[in-house]
């Protein structure tokens, strides 16, 4: 039907029934409009007196007020604080700003602080962290203690945390609350705070220090279980330095085994040249006890007290001998003396069909051998075949080696007496046992040194 068609059926109309109709037409648009008006009637959610919602009726926030409580005492076990003042004012607004659950939920969690009721440790009257239960909080405390056990060993005085700690409720964010691990490594570190640096290509600790503006120790402090001069490409390097938020003071007694120095005397005797040095009693180290006090935080020894001390062993003083004969002059007199103790072990000549060009005198490893004559030291060094070899010098075209030794004592160019130390005995070069080759040139040429000792 065409709106011509409607005016025209309503022309036709008596005026009884026109009046009929209008009437029940404004009943119909005063239902309508009061419809409308009930529908866009709402109220605003104020908490503490900030608008922070509007609700269709109180129940509708109340009832997602609850299921977030709920929801929360049912992830933390805890009992949910909420003390915040709930008002409610009834307002005309469009139908779209009325908020649905999903708005309702959010609003609640953006803008009233819903806590729960757990279990802090607190220090003095700090609480520095929350645990869902009060054994868990125990537990904490417990494995931090445990961490710094002091040996069975030792005797402890002391095992505890230097704080004045307290487990007690305390009311938090629910997220807030920590399980146990997290809680022993937050107490430990300081921190929830992660902050890596992966190592690159040609660096060390020492550079990222430096790059990062804290110090080796701190950071070798924050990477105990890394070992510096071990980094790999890629490895992650905490930079966080610790800062223990407990702290578990030792005290233990503990018994150390110390040395005593000996003492060094010297006593004078003119069976020795000037310069020559020989050790008539040993020294030997004493021991003693000391028993100490050592004082350690979170594993760190902070004071060490010696209680007392006990002698175990005194040291025994050793006991030198310095000469005080006068040397004899440090040329040669145009006799020899035996370059060194020892049993003549091969002779000089043609053996295994080449010459030996001296003698061979066999002794114990060690043993002194001195010079035949006095003079002065030309060679002191290694030659190829004499291993450890010195010659001297004895004037009137007369020269000595002493070969084969474990160690020099002159150096060329060196004047010395006859009968002195210059070397030990050894089996350096061509050699197949402790011995000294010993030689005797005239005019460069070897003769046979048993023309001027005895063997
Ligand atoms: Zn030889």
């Known amino acids: 039907m065409k709106i011509e068609e409607v005016s025209g059926k309503f022309k036709e109309l008596s005026k009884k029934q026109k009046i009929g109709f209008i009437g029940t037409l404004s009943l119909c648009l005063i239902l309508i409009s009061t419809f409308l008006y009930i529908n866009s009637m709402a109220f605003q959610v104020k908490s503490n ?16 007020l609850e299921s977030v409580k709920e929801e929360l005492f049912n992830t933390y076990g805890e009992e949910v604080i909420f003390d915040e003042v709930i008002t409610y004012e009834r307002v005309k607004v469009d139908k779209d700003k009325i908020a649905h659950v999903e708005d309702i939920k959010k609003a609640i969690s953006k803008n009233i602080n819903l806590e729960v009721v757990a279990s802090g440790i607190w220090v003095e009257d700090k609480c520095i962290v929350a645990l869902h239960t009060k054994s868990q909080a125990e537990e904490v405390l417990k494995k931090i203690k445990s961490i710094y056990e002091p040996d069975e060993q ?36 300081g921190t929830d705070q992660e ?15 430096k790059k990062y503006d804290i110090s080796v120790d701190d950071l070798v402090r924050a990477n105990m279980d890394v070992k510096p001069e071990k980094l790999q490409i890629g490895q992650s390097i905490s930079l966080i330095v610790p800062k223990a938020l407990l702290t578990v003071e030792t005290v233990t007694n503990t018994t150390l085994k110390e040395k005593i120095a000996y003492e060094v005397e010297f006593e004078e005797t003119s069976a020795l040249y000037k310069g020559e040095k020989k050790v008539k009693i040993t020294g030997k180290n004493g021991v003693k006890e000391v028993l100490a006090q050592v004082v350690t935080q979170n594993g760190v020894q902070v004071a060490m007290n010696v209680v007392s001390e006990n002698i175990v062993s ?29 049993r003549l072990s091969s002779r000089f000549g043609w053996r295994w069909g080449r010459k030996h060009t001296g003698i061979d005198i066999a002794a114990p490893y060690g043993t002194k051998v001195i010079a035949a004559d006095g003079g002065k030291v030309t060679y002191s060094g290694w030659k190829s075949g004499y291993g450890y070899l010195v010659i001297i010098d ?20 060196q ?41």
């Open 314 to 342: 005194k040291p025994v003083t050793q006991v030198v001998l310095k000469g005080t004969k006068n040397p004899p002059p440090r040329i040669g007199s145009g006799s020899f003396i035996k370059p060194t103790r020892g």
């Open 154 to 189: 030792v005797k402890v005085e002391k095992y505890d945390y230097a704080e004045n700690i307290k487990i007690d409720k305390v009311q938090i964010k629910g997220p807030e609350v920590k399980n146990v691990d997290e809680a022993v490594d937050f107490i430990l570190k």
């Open 49 to 64: 007196g900030k608008v922070i919602t509007v609700v269709k009726n109180k129940e509708d926030f109340q009832v997602v």
């Open 415 to 455: 004047k010395v007496f006859k009968g002195q130390k210059i070397a030990l005995v050894g089996s350096t070069g061509r050699s197949t046992g402790p011995h000294v080759h010993f030689e005797v040139r005239k005019n460069k040429i070897p003769v046979n040194p048993l023309r001027y000792v005895k063997y």
């Open 195 to 209: 902050k890596i640096h992966k190592v690159e290509k040609g660096e060390s600790f020492w550079t990222i220090a």
């Open 394 to 413: 004895h004037g009137r075209n007369t020269i000595t080696y002493y070969g084969h030794n474990s160690k020099l004592l002159v150096k060329k160019g």
